[in-house]
């Protein structure tokens, strides 16, 4: 607006940066009903700035004081005005006036009251350990199983480096319960995380396993049974965003397969939206005020679901004022088929040079 003057912040202190006494939960007498003792304990095991980097946060600027500015996580911006003091685990938004501590922060994230809060959070802190321990676990079974790899080698990967890259594991079935337990994990905890079943059974049987962010995705060897498998819960943001986000020109597909093919051809700026449609925290990845162009390189769906969707995101894209354009891949392709039947690095660079808006 003409005549419009901002006025100089004091990033030296903020009235919400002193939310010790007395944090803003949105639910009314939500506190009450946990002992303070308790909520303490809770954000001392979850410090602020370790969840948020896990939202995939990341610092624009560092202050006096230890103090850290970045854009804000709950709206979208342009101007670096979230303002995050690790050493009290606390935040403040210049831009839309919200501040608080880690449960309100999740709370503010996640779009739910105080309990539901709590819950999220005690769910991530025990979940992050558990499926780190459970992709480790996986991992090390790869190259135990022939068929594992077999199966791989159908699909194109071969390069070990992609494998060691995207931690890949295999799922075999039946034994990653006792191994778990044998660490330490209790089986309640284990059923609430998704990996084992209520009969106690492992959840994961006869599948390739992708390790996500505070999530495990699952590809059946077997066509008689759902080929694809998440544990309950979000899944996350985009794959391997922060390796790619300052790159001027990304590549977006569907599937981590599409990813895989990508990468071990040479595409190292390939990120992944685990399906043609992003939520939230993707979108706000894509649209974190960098100047970047986005290849939306979608299946060629025989009932045209795939270029539907890349043409509504492309639009999306647009209107937030990045570059958007379509690869298209032949009738019937992915990126990954479009490889494993014979494409190139040379063939692919081609479709994207031609890509349309």
């Known amino acids: 607006m003409a005549g419009y003057r901002q006025e100089p912040r004091d990033f030296t202190h903020h ?188 959840t994961y049987m006869h599948r390739i396993v992708f390790p996500l962010e505070g999530n495990l995705y699952g590809r059946s060897l077997s066509a008689a049974v759902p080929p694809h498998r998440f544990l309950p819960g979000a899944k996350g943001g985009l794959y391997f965003w922060e390796q790619v986000r300052y790159c001027p020109e990304v590549i977006l597909v569907e599937g981590l397969f599409d990813y895989a093919a990508l990468w071990q051809a040479g595409f190292h700026n390939v990120t992944c939206s685990l399906g043609n449609h992003l939520n939230a925290c993707q979108f706000r990845q894509l649209c974190d005020g960098r100047a970047r162009t986005v290849y939306i390189t979608f299946d060629a769906d025989s009932n045209g679901s795939g270029q539907q969707a890349a043409q509504c995101l492309a639009g999306r894209l647009r209107e937030e004022g990045l570059n958007a354009c379509r690869v298209s891949l032949p009738d019937g392709h992915d990126p990954n088929s479009f490889f494993v039947q014979g494409g190139d690095a040379q063939q692919f660079q081609c479709l994207v040079e031609h890509a349309r808006p």
């Open 15 to 202: 009235p919400c940066l002193g939310l010790d006494r007395n944090p803003p939960y949105s639910a009314v007498g939500g506190e009450q009903s946990v002992s303070n003792p308790a909520l303490g304990d809770l954000k001392r095991q979850i410090p602020l700035l370790e969840y948020l980097q896990a939202q995939d946060w990341r610092p624009a600027q560092r202050l006096s004081r230890g103090r850290l500015m970045g854009l804000c996580p709950l709206h979208n911006e342009h101007q670096p005005s979230f303002l995050v003091d690790p050493s009290k685990s606390l935040f403040y938004c210049y831009g839309c006036g919200r501040g608080g501590d880690v449960i309100r922060f999740a709370e503010l994230y996640h779009q739910v009251r105080f309990p539901q809060a709590l819950t999220l959070l005690r769910q991530w802190r025990g979940l992050a350990s558990v499926l780190l321990e459970t992709a480790e676990f996986y991992r090390m079974q790869l190259h135990r199983h022939g068929e594992a790899v077999a199966y791989l080698h159908q699909r194109g990967l071969r390069s070990p480096e992609l494998i060691e890259h995207m931690r890949i594991g295999y799922a075999s079935g039946g034994c990653l319960r006792g191994w778990l337990m044998r660490l330490g994990y209790a089986p309640p905890a284990l059923r609430q995380a998704g990996l084992v079943s209520a009969m106690g059974y492992d």
